[in-house]
């Protein structure tokens, strides 16, 4: 149940034939996709509730956003802009990367051409924002799973730092943005 | 020994078009084949399946731009066209798949035992398959799939980008052209206007109207309470429904 609301259950089906489609070709590739698979799905099975380092959020986004590009090949960029961010702020945990599987999948995935994931993380006074930016050519691409992930996001933001967080999505320019704000809270 | 079936593959995913590939090369004792293409996109692959000649079509259903279930169904009004097995991770599209016609639906990681199923088994229509008579059209409804049997349509008339489907109950849109279903149901359908086939088991007969100066033919169906009007050009069924 917590696998399924947090990831889709697609993405793993589709890891383990990318992997098995590497083997024998080039297994040093199939090993780090299994690798990174393996360092996700431990992420959610030991997933508690409690509030996680942004350094590991950013690594297991990393981890997910890696397994992509290896299956979509040349088609997924995903550019990341975290500099001199603080990583030992406290976020909750998966966090980043169900907002990146949505652009993945909304953003990425339906376009021939492909197209590029922006993330960007900074901090501005005492607050933390998160964005992430994926084209949106036609919002009939949109689908229920996009705003079931936020909701639950919305959910544990408001759950962790009450009204002191605010998450907002949007279209801007053929865009589709998801922004995070919340205070920076470190232990 | 018979000739090496000809396989053709489609996926967006490169790892998953190799990893088909690996497996065609496992079985090559089993079942003598031979790749004869491979695309990763459905426009690409109905432009290399119009040179090239294979007997199946290992078919992604889930991809960017032409999906695999739209590819098939262009395949599916090709004469000579290769067969089609569904290969995809999401199964959730196993009825649709039989809707357009094909032979088998794999999921992703494919076993190499149930891809050589998968291929023997059709071996033996693989000349000359003709796909089965269709009595329904398949609609998309409001996130549903919904199967219309013939003898509920009352007419198809096409739209300025589209085709609606009537029955007694309401109107669907349906992703065929008129041209293309007048040439399959040519027993069933009957074209009264450049936009319109009404369906011969509901026409009850023909009203001629009187509009200003001119009279013209309109069809009548049953106890339905419109009528549809039978342009110039087709004013002959009015007479081959006086024949017969």
């Known amino acids: 149940m917590a696998l399924q609301s947090r990831i889709r259950p697609h993405f793993l089906f589709n890891s383990l034939n990318t992997v098995l489609g590497l083997m024998r070709s080039e297994p040093q590739l199939a090993e780090t996709v299994l690798e990174n698979l393996a360092e996700l799905y431990r992420a959610l099975l030991s997933e508690s509730g409690v509030l996680s380092r942004l350094e590991r959020e950013i690594a297991l986004a990393r981890a997910y956003t890696e397994i992509e590009v290896t299956r979509l090949g040349s088609r997924l960029t995903v550019n990341w802009q975290c500099q001199g961010v603080p990583f030992d702020a406290l976020v909750p945990p998966f966090v980043l990367q169900p907002l990146l599987e949505n652009a993945v999948y909304h953003g990425v995935e339906p376009s021939e051409a492909g197209g590029v994931v922006n993330v960007t993380i900074f901090l501005k006074g005492d607050q933390l924002n998160l964005v992430v930016r994926n084209p949106c050519e036609s919002p009939s691409h949109r689908q229920s799973g996009n705003r079931m992930a936020l909701t639950n996001i919305r959910e544990r933001l408001a759950l962790h730092f009450d009204a002191e967080a605010e998450m907002s999505a949007y279209e801007a320019g053929g865009e589709f943005v998801v922004q995070i704000r919340m205070p920076y809270k470190h232990g | ?199 011969r088991c509901h026409l009850t007969g023909f009203e001629l109207r009187r509009e200003g100066e001119e009279t013209r033919w309109v069809a009548m169906l049953g106890n339905w309470p419109e009528v549809l009007p039978v342009s110039r050009r087709q004013a002959h069924v009015v007479r081959d429904f006086r024949l017969c």
């Open chain 2, 1 to 199: 020994m018979a000739e090496p079936l000809r396989i053709f593959l489609v996926d967006d995913e490169t790892p998953a078009r190799s990893r088909l590939r690996s497996l065609l090369g496992d079985c090559m004792e089993m079942l003598p084949n031979e790749v004869v293409g491979e695309a990763d996109s459905g426009a690409a692959a109905l432009a290399a399946l119009a040179q090239v000649r294979a007997d199946v079509v290992l078919l992604d259903i889930r991809m960017p731009g032409m999906g695999g279930m739209e590819v098939a169904r262009q395949l599916a009004d090709r004469p000579g066209s290769p067969q089609v097995i569904f290969v995809t991770a999401y199964d959730a599209h196993a009825l649709s798949a039989f809707e357009v016609g094909a032979r088998d639906y794999l999921l992703k990681p494919v076993r190499l035992e149930r891809l050589v199923e998968a291929l023997r088994r059709l071996r033996p229509v693989e000349a000359g398959a003709v796909p089965m008579k269709r009595d329904h059209f398949v609609v998309s409804d409001r996130g549903r799939v919904v199967r219309i049997p013939l003898e509920e349509v009352l007419y198809l008339r096409a739209e300025l980008k589209y085709v609606t489907l009537r029955t007694r109950e309401r109107e669907y849109v349906l992703d065929e052209s008129l041209t293309k279903l007048e040439e399959e149901f040519p027993g069933e359908l009957l074209r009264i206007h450049r936009n319109c086939l009404v369906n």
